[in-house]
């Protein structure tokens, strides 16, 4: 499905459960002023077409004792199809990494992780990363205040 084939009401099924994925059929209905039986079928549609690919919980990192959020940069020195299929499994793998995006620029990978404390971060860069067969650049920026996490997208 394309955006081009969403009309206002499927975008307001959209926005709305982008802010609480746990509203209810009803009141997202009466929200869009939408019987139930329509708004549960976009909703199916939506989620058939994949255009909602799931719902989650939003957890606060810092209140489950993940201190330490870090955005890490790796080069790799080769790129046949055998080692980055090696290099993606173990990333997907790897519960600490919470994102992790092949980049253009100077490096190959750009991963979003999180660890309990430095000390665990740095049983994860060695015990996780530097063991990651090609993997030759490995460049850390922690940081230091948290301004705005979000997985929202701007749908107008």
């Known amino acids: ?87 993606e499994n173990i990333i997907k793998a790897s519960p600490n990494v919470l994102s992790c995006h092949n980049t253009t620029g100077d490096d190959d990978f750009l991963l979003q992780v999180v660890a309990k404390d430095m000390d665990d971060y740095s049983d994860f860069i060695e015990g996780v990363i530097r063991k990651i067969p090609g993997v030759v650049n490995i460049r850390s920026n922690i940081s230091l205040r948290e301004i705005k996490a979000s997985s929202r997208l701007p749908l107008g």
């Not at 708004?39 to 077409?49: A, E, F, N, T, Y």
């Not at 919980?57 to 080692?83: M, W």
């Open 1 to 87: 499905m394309s955006v081009k084939t969403l009309d206002e009401k499927d975008i307001g099924v959209l926005r709305l459960l982008q802010e609480d994925g746990r509203m209810a059929n009803a009141k997202l209905a009466e929200q869009l002023a939408m019987s139930e039986a329509s708004c549960w079928r976009r909703l199916k549609r939506l989620l058939d077409d994949g255009v909602i690919k799931g719902f989650q919980a939003l957890l606060n990192r810092k209140a489950l004792g993940f201190g330490v959020l870090s955005f890490v940069q790796l080069s790799c020195s080769r790129h046949s199809e055998k080692t980055t299929k090696i290099f």
